[in-house]
């Protein structure tokens, strides 16, 4: 159709619309849909003799029917650029080729979903055939228009200057896993998660902060269920629900400021109605709000502080850890116990209220109270019996005496 050594190669179809002559290439993007490519030729020397006698007339409204495209003409054949005719990879099928297997490795492995618009595919088929430069284009597409400012600037320098680009992402991955580390977030899906949260905070389609809450939110199910649970979470990001371990961080430090403070049967009670959860996750909250900042672990001592002098009004102002020892020790020399069950101390805590202090009768009313305890009675019925035989043998070593 063309001469030898032309900078077209032969088209899908030549078409004629009003007695101007252009070549369509049918290009087909990675979601299948078959966009023409229209080359106005303006080079009439370039057709051999007879090939327009195969053109097909078209109007401007017959060739949207056919083809269910605007006529939109994207270059002319004087604009293309110099092909290399013993270069097989400088044709227009090779180049077209070329794009669409780089913007498919882009869109899967460097998140550039974007790419596979197909307007975007059109634009940089137009680019690969031309040689010219398509980013000040880029603005006019819809799917450009619809990021916002930073999400464009970030994407024209991936067009513009792919290498900063790429080392603004690697340098953002390389500080979002270094965090999530410091964080202590496990879990299968986490190289995935970081490359997807680095990508989205780079590229501006987040924030840091906005970022930083998603993969919080993964991770901490008492700040997620606070901030209105799974609504609040990215669709992108829902599936890693499953794959990111939640967060312990917080929960030893919790327990054992509610056992300090209240006893360790109190703290076990905590864990199962749920505050144990909720003190760890403000705990958490100080932690990555910065260093010194402990409102929220303020907040809960005086909780704790309030709970303990309701629950132990004998010791108010105090704390169970600072009392309880004590008492524990003198517990264990009257029952002859060498060590207390959670059940034990319990007990003993709610009896040194009864008593107002008084050791005497805390000692008393301790013997009643354990009075059945089997370890008790062992231990009393051991007593006894060693008084028992001290007893009588003091009694035979005096009638001995008497006896003689």
Known sequence: MFKEGSLLQVP????VVDEQYFAVYNYTTTEGAVMPLIVSVDLPDSFIDGAIDNA?????????????????PMFNMSDLKIMDPDNPGTDIDALLENVENDLETKAKYFGKTWLLDNDVQQLFAYGAI???????????LQVFQDFNEQERTFKELQ?????????????????????????DITGDGVDGLIRDLSFDIVSGRLTTSEGMNQLLYLTDDYRLAMAGGQEVLDDKYKPYLETINKTQTGMGAAKNLISEYLGADVARAFKENGLLEKYAAGLR???????GVTVNKDKMLDELQAAHDKLFPNYEGSKHSLWSSSLYKTAQNILGKAALSINDKKSIDVLSQSVGGDMTLFAGEL???????PTVQDNTLSGMGG?????????FRGQGLVGR
């Open 387 to 395: 008084v028992f035989n001290q007893d009588i043998s003091g009694v």
């Open 159 to 183: 067009y513009t200057n792919p290498s900063a680009a790429n080392k603004a992402l690697k340098d953002g991955y390389t500080a979002l896993k270094l965090q999530a580390a410091q964080l």
């Open 130 to 140: 031309t040689g010219e430069d398509i980013s000040p284009y880029l603005e006019s």
């Open 56 to 72: 097909v007339e078209y109007t401007i409204q017959t060739f949207a029917d056919e083809y269910g495209y605007a006529f939109l």
């Open 367 to 373: 013997r009643k109270k354990f009075e059945n305890d």
């Open 12 to 15: 899908d179809e030549l078409i």
């Open 285 to 291: 909250a100080d932690a990555q709000a910065g260093e």
